[in-house]
T-cell receptor, first 109, second 112 residues
Framework: QKEVEQDPGPLSVPEGAIVSLNCTYSNSAFQYFMWYRQYSRKGPELLMY????GNKEDGRFTAQVDKSSKYISLFIRDSQPSDSATYLCAIGHGQNFVFGPGTRLSVLP | DTEVTQTPKHLVMGMTNKKSLKCEQHMGHRAMYWYKQKAKKPPELMFV???????INESVPSRFSPECPNSSLLNLHLHALQPEDSALYLCASSQGRLNEQFFGPGTRLTVL
């Protein structure tokens, strides 16, 4: 079983839709959870960072962590064509930091 | 300043060339990283420097040689690369090893 799993997509949604992106992980020792957005041929951009179970909101983005289920989510409200990118979850503990494979999202105007 | 800069943006080199990639941050971060990213794959960790000392080397071939001259700069020296080394090379920094990482825009390397 891979340490971090993520549906690679592609995921296509209409503009204005709520997008749900998810990752599962296998190691209960993971302590911190991040979501990055990466546009084609650019470096990853940090969107959200959290240590704890529960929800964290920032503008149109909400990160949700359920440590008991080893499941994290990123919700994007009122999605825009400019949100079209690859979304990578990243999970870590101590010296170990692992990216998920990424989900390609297309928001259609 | 919340930016990580990388130069050059693009690099084309032959298999016998020697070149260097450079990374700079002025956020006072004490951990810096090199990643390699192939198309449609997530970044793969290569090296970690913590307080200017190499703390992690993920079994990277010796044709890649990292250097951290000071707390703001990170270099990656390249020598005798192979075509399969062509990729996007990303630099990142963080306050500490357990903190969120901020990435630069990357150097797109092509080895002919």
């Amino acid at each position: 079983q891979k340490e971090v799993e993520q549906d690679p997509g592609p995921l296509s949604v209409p503009e204005g839709a709520i997008v749900s992106l998810n990752c599962t992980y296998s190691n209960s020792a993971f302590q911190y959870f991040m979501w990055y957005r990466q546009y084609s041929r650019k470096g990853p951009e940090l969107l959200m960072y959290t240590y704890s179970s529960g929800n964290k909101e920032d503008g149109r983005f909400t990160a949700q962590v359920d440590k008991s289920s080893k499941y994290i989510s990123l919700f994007i409200r009122d999605s825009q064509p400019s949100d079209s990118a690859t979304y990578l979850c990243a999970i870590g503990h101590g010296q170990n930091f692992v990216f998920g494979p990424g989900t390609r999202l297309s928001v259609l105007p | 300043d919340t930016e990580v800069t990388q130069t050059p943006k693009h690099l084309v080199m032959g298999m016998t060339n020697k070149k260097s990639l450079k990374c700079e941050q002025h956020m006072g971060h004490r951990a810096m990283y090199w990643y390699k990213q192939k198309a449609k794959k997530p970044p793969e960790l290569m090296f970690v420097y913590s307080y200017e000392k190499l703390s992690i080397n993920e079994s990277v071939p010796s044709r890649f040689s990292p250097e951290c001259p000071n707390s703001s700069l990170l270099n990656l020296h390249l020598h005798a690369l192979q075509p399969e080394d062509s990729a996007l090379y990303l630099c990142a920094s963080s306050q500490g090893r357990l903190n969120e990482q901020f990435f630069g825009p990357g150097t797109r390397l092509t080895v002919l």
